[in-house]
């Protein structure tokens, strides 16, 4: 019995047995905070870069190859790939978020990694459009998986205290990595071509996320258990329609996460174009948008630690009003200068509020729930993915490119308003 009860004493539930001298001398063991746990969180960074790099191998050439090597010229159609990945990432997000508590974090991540091993060679030997479509599928289970496990993990790592800033260390090692393999496979297509090699990358990221993931990354559930007995955070009552909409602060921020990748749905898919529309060289198109991604990563090293010490509504509003703003500008720009300045811009606001958002819903939710939350959270986040790149597909398919732009700008500084009227704080 003892053995029993010590092995599920292990993965954090309570069931008695508790007066046992292992026991307590493991539960003495458990720490939280960042430097408590700094291998393992500083670990969790560098998986997460990884994973931000798979993602980052499309920004750049996907539209392109899609126009040059399969002949496709509608928006919508070309846009089909965002819609896909949107779909497939949100979903998967919501189901990692749910079963985190039951089958583990880090078994959720090694099998995010291991979906991600065909994705780039899909993307290298893909007969047609479809292929990229599954390969699309495939990516965006893994980036559910993947992401939402590393960010679960660290909020149980560090406690109560430095949600910020380990949000934003998170997301910044995973912007800084879309922005650099963004950067990068745009280059490398410019002067090898855009199938093989620019590929390559992914094939490097898979094999070191899956090997680092399953030799050296721990789970985290028993972090969560000690947590528990110390909260004073209330349980919801309905986690998923609490976080969706009915919380006024909760669903605040899952609104303005939602339009936060709308908008840059947008801009991953309709940008590339409308810069080649202007005549800006493959080259000159890799460069600006590397720019946004990299801003963003770079500016949540700061950002992340001032949403410990600021108001979340304050910095959620301006956030999404910056990003309104720089995408409407996008309309009249026509110089290179004027792109990077926008681009950077709109990189800034989204740093604003990327690590804003999962600290305001993990500090509104029960350590208990928090996986859920973040899960449902980052459900309808990732929805807006493919709502964006359908809905600005469509859009520019009927009334051009700069009318596309224009709507997503215009819903963009809307949802900076319901922030500042929902939210308390």
């Known amino acids: 019995m003892e053995l029993k009860r010590l092995r599920i004493a292990d993965f954090g539930f309570r069931i008695g047995g508790e007066g046992h001298p292992k026991i307590q001398k493991q539960k003495a063991e458990i720490k939280l905070g960042l430097l408590e746990n700094w291998r393992q969180f500083s670990l969790l960074v560098v998986i997460n870069a990884f ?12 539209p392109e190859l899609a126009q040059q090597e399969f002949g496709i010229a509608a928006k919508t159609a070309i846009l089909s790939f965002i819609v896909v990945f949107g779909i497939t990432k949100a979903i998967t997000n919501y189901y990692t978020g749910a079963l985190a508590n039951r089958f583990g974090r880090k078994n959720l991540l090694l099998l995010g990694w291991g979906l991600s091993l065909p994705v780039p060679l899909l993307l290298i030997y893909a007969p047609d459009w479809q292929w990229v479509i599954a390969a699309n599928v495939l990516l ?3 980036q559910g998986l993947c992401w939402s496990s590393t960010v679960v993990m660290k909020m149980d790592l560090v406690g109560d205290k430095n949600r910020g800033l380990a949000m934003g260390l998170n997301e910044a090692a995973g912007y800084l990595a879309v922005g650099a393999t963004a950067f990068a496979t745009g280059w490398i297509a410019s002067h090898y071509g855009l199938r093989p090699y620019p590929f390559y990358i992914g094939i490097v990221l898979a094999v070191l996320g899956l090997l680092g993931t399953w030799i050296w990354v721990k789970d985290t559930r028993r972090h969560v258990a000690a947590e528990a007995g110390q909260s004073s955070v209330a349980k919801l009552k309905n986690v998923f329609w609490e976080t969706t909409w009915k919380n006024p602060n909760l669903g605040a921020v899952t609104q303005a996460g939602l339009v936060n990748n709308l908008n840059d749905g947008m801009v ?17 198109i890799g460069v600006i948008v590397s720019i946004y991604p990299a801003v963003w990563g770079l500016g949540q090293l700061g950002t992340g630690k001032l949403a410990d010490l600021f108001d979340h509504k304050k910095m959620l509003t301006w956030g999404m009003a910056l990003q309104g703003l720089a995408l409407l500008g996008f309309i009249p720009a026509s110089q290179n200068w004027q792109y990077i300045a926008l681009s950077a811009l709109l990189g800034l606001g989204t740093a604003v509020v990327y690590p804003t958002f999962l600290a305001a819903i993990a500090g509104r939710t029960h350590p208990q729930q928090r996986a859920e939350s973040i899960g ?18 469509l859009i520019a398919d009927w009334l051009g490119l700069d009318w596309s732009v224009a709507v997503i700008g215009g819903l963009t500084v809307a949802s900076a308003w319901v922030v500042w009227a929902r939210m308390d704080s």
Do not use: C, N
Request: a positive charge; glycine letters at 16%.
């Open 51 to 62: 994973v931000g790099g798979m993602v980052g191998l499309e920004r750049s050439i996907l």
């Open 268 to 284: 991953w898919g309709l940008l590339p174009m409308l810069l080649a529309a202007k005549d800006f060289s493959l080259a000159q």
């Open 140 to 142: 965006g289970i893994h």
């Open 376 to 393: 449902v959270f980052r459900l309808w986040r990732d929805l807006g993915y493919a709502i964006g790149a359908l809905l600005t597909g």
